[in-house]
């Protein structure tokens, strides 16, 4: 499977973005979805999780200012991005919640103050 995340950018503390992933075939169909971070120095961390029955989980540190979703069309994923912080900076992935395939090239959030 493909996975393209993209949307990163640079944002000042305070803003919002909006990533989106596609994965190529019905990767989202089947699969619980995740978007994962890693920050300058840190491993990577899990972030939001939506499943094939559009539940949604979120890390603490995001809880309240990020949300996961998915079209329609099971095509595209989204991670909406608000009240940005210092330490959300990192470079931004989606894969499968619980059984990662290889890792895509990611998108990078760099939030400044």
């Known amino acids: 499977v493909q996975l393209q995340a993209s949307g990163g950018g640079l944002v000042q503390a305070g803003g919002s973005l909006r990533l989106s992933c596609r994965a190529s075939?019905?990767?989202?169909?089947?699969?619980?979805m995740a978007w994962y971070r890693q920050a300058p120095g840190k491993q990577r961390e899990m972030v939001a999780v939506i499943s094939v029955a559009d539940r949604t989980q979120y890390a603490d540190s995001v809880k309240g200012r990020f949300t996961i979703s998915m079209d329609s069309t099971k095509i595209t994923m989204y991670l909406q991005m608000n009240s940005l912080k210092l330490e959300d900076t990192g470079v931004y992935y989606c894969?499968?919640?619980?059984?990662?395939?290889?890792w895509g090239q990611g998108t990078l959030v760099t939030v400044s103050s």
């Open positions: 894969n499968a919640a619980w059984r990662p395939e290889p």
């Open positions: 075939g019905r990767f989202f169909d089947i699969n619980d």
